[in-house]
C-alpha cells in the first residue's frame, strides 16, 4: 500500500528504512516537509512534494497511510500534535516494524508505533500509539510505554517499567526494572534510573537525579 512520510529529515530516513525492510513493505510516494528549500528534491529516492498542505491532495489521490517522519529532542508534544492532525485528516498510521528486530509475539504495538533496526521487545511489552523504539533498544518484558513516547537509540528498560505519555528516555539510558517515568519526563543520555520519575521531571547521571523543575 502507498504512504506518505511526514517529515523529510534523519528520523525520516530511519521510518523509511523500516518501511522498506519490514515483513510487509509499504511503497512510500511522498514526503512533506514545512522547509520549503526541500520541496522538488528527494529524500533517499522519494519525492519531497510539498508542506504539509499537501497532505489533503495526496489523501484525495487514494493514498491512505501516513507515517510521521518527525523524531524528538525531548519534548514529544509537537509529535503528539502531528499525529492527532494527521489522524483528523482521515489517514490510518501503521505500525512499521523494522525487518532486523525482535518482536515477542506477546507485546503488542498501537497505531503509528515505530520500532527501528535492531531494537527488542519482550515478551508482554505493550507500546502506545506513535511510540518511537530507537535503534538497539531494549524494552524487556512487561513494560508498558505510553502514547507519544520517544525511547532512544541503545536505552535498556528492565522489566515491568512504565513510560508515561510522552516521556523521552534518551540516548543509552537504563532504567531499572519496575520504575516509573511520568507524563512529559525527560531521563538525560545514559542516565541510570534507580528511582521513580515524577511527571515534567527531567533527570539526568548515574544515578539519575532532578534537574531543575521540569516541565
Known amino acids: 500500500m502507498r504512504v506518505v512520510m511526514v517529515g523529510a529529515g534523519g528520523h525520516a530516513r530511519s521510518v523509511l528504512d523500516a518501511l522498506r525492510t519490514g515483513q510487509e513493505p509499504l511503497d512510500a510516494v511522498a514526503c512533506t516537509d514545512p522547509d520549503p528549500g526541500l520541496h522538488g528534491g528527494t529524500l533517499d529516492g522519494v519525492p519531497i512534494v510539498g508542506d504539509d498542505e499537501a497532505l489533503s491532495l495526496l489523501l484525495a489521490d487514494g493514498v491512505q497511510l501516513a507515517?510521521?517522519?518527525?523524531?524528538?529532542?525531548?519534548?514529544?508534544?509537537?509529535?503528539?500534535?502531528?499525529?492527532?492532525?494527521?489522524?483528523?485528516?482521515?489517514?490510518?498510521?501503521?505500525?512499521?516494524?523494522?525487518?532486523?528486530?525482535?518482536?515477542?509475539?506477546?507485546?503488542?504495538?498501537?497505531?503509528?508505533?515505530?520500532?527501528?533496526?535492531?531494537?527488542?521487545?519482550?515478551?508482554?511489552?505493550?507500546?502506545?500509539?506513535?511510540?518511537?523504539?530507537?535503534?538497539?533498544?531494549?524494552?524487556?518484558?512487561d513494560c508498558r510505554i505510553g502514547d507519544h513516547v520517544h525511547l532512544a537509540s541503545g536505552c535498556v528498560?528492565?522489566?515491568g517499567v512504565s513510560v508515561a505519555t510522552a516521556a523521552h528516555v534518551g540516548l543509552g539510558a537504563r532504567i531499572l526494572q519496575g520504575r516509573g517515568v511520568g507524563t512529559n519526563a525527560i531521563v538525560g543520555a545514559g542516565a541510570v534510573v534507580v528511582r521513580d520519575v515524577s511527571a515534567g521531571e527531567t533527570v539526568v547521571g548515574a544515578p539519575a537525579v532532578r534537574m531543575g523543575a521540569g516541565r
Open 157 to 159: 528498560l528492565g522489566g
Open 67 to 141: 507515517c510521521i517522519g518527525v523524531g524528538g529532542t525531548g519534548d514529544n508534544r509537537p509529535r503528539a500534535a502531528l499525529y492527532e492532525r494527521i489522524e483528523g485528516l482521515g489517514f490510518d498510521l501503521p505500525t512499521v516494524i523494522h525487518g532486523f528486530t525482535h518482536v515477542a509475539t506477546s507485546a503488542q504495538l498501537g497505531p503509528g508505533s515505530v520500532v527501528l533496526a535492531g531494537a527488542v521487545l519482550g515478551a508482554g511489552a505493550i507500546v502506545g500509539a506513535n511510540a518511537i523504539v530507537g535503534s538497539g533498544a531494549i524494552v524487556e518484558h
